[in-house]
T-cell receptor, first 114, second 114 residues
């Protein structure tokens, strides 16, 4: 595709339910990032995939959060047993592995836990 | 630990003014620095990417500079317009290779008044 695509654009879920957020990176981009942005806050790093290397999971806030990237392309961020504090916009970005490593962002998924 | 700070947090200027947004980072070992724009409720749009070996990059009315040794970058916007109103974020790619994660500042929210 022409850009990074995220789905759904909006998700409302009940507390305690599991949710899956999807990211389709730009074709050929080997690096993929997930960030979280709470209302009025900056971007909080969650997880980073680079090619076939082990992902950098250092930003995942708890073991309820996990992400995978299948076939080096599409990524899914899963939040289990959602809590109200998980409400935020979840942003995905991708970049080409070589120079220049400009990152491009999707429009985000707005998650609301009620 | 790399930390990125943006000053000021908010800025309001009349249309036509030239302005400077500041970004500082604590660890000079960066691979590159990227400036983004975020409109309310939207994802991030890449504005400029500066590699660690570069001093500045220009795109239209935007000019970004980088002083890696002092841990500073500035985004200069010439002849500001109401359409420039948005939040501006800077991000550094940590480390000495293209496999580092992006670390963001909190952003500067700019309002340009007609």
């Amino acid at each position: 595709g022409a850009g990074v695509s995220q789905s759904p654009s909006n998700k409302v879920t009940e507390k305690g339910k599991d949710v899956e957020l999807r990211c389709d990176p730009i074709s050929g981009h080997t690096a993929l990032y997930w960030y979280r942005q709470s209302l009025g806050q900056g971007l909080e790093f969650l997880i980073y995939f680079q090619g076939n290397s082990a992902p950098d999971k250092s930003g995942l806030p708890s073991d309820r959060f996990s992400a995978e990237r299948t076939g080096g392309s599409v990524s899914t961020l899963t939040i289990q047993r959602t809590q109200q504090e998980d409400s935020a916009v979840y942003l995905c970005a991708s970049s080409f592995g070589g120079r220049p490593t400009e990152a491009f962002f999707g429009q985000g998924t707005r998650l609301t836990v009620v | 630990k790399q930390e990125v700070t943006q000053i000021p947090a908010a800025l309001s200027v009349p249309e036509g003014e030239n302005l400077v947004l500041n970004c500082s980072f604590t660890d000079s070992a960066i691979y590159n620095l990227q400036w983004f724009r975020q409109d309310p409720g939207k994802g991030l749009t890449s504005l400029l990417l500066i590699q660690s070996s570069q001093r500045e990059q220009t795109s239209g009315r935007l000019n970004a500079s980088l002083d890696k040794s002092s841990g500073r970058s500035t985004l200069y916007i010439a002849a500001s317009q109401p359409g420039d109103s948005a939040t501006y974020l800077c991000a550094v790619r940590a480390g000495s290779s293209n496999t580092g994660k992006l670390i963001f500042g909190q952003g500067t929210t700019l309002q340009v008044k007609p």
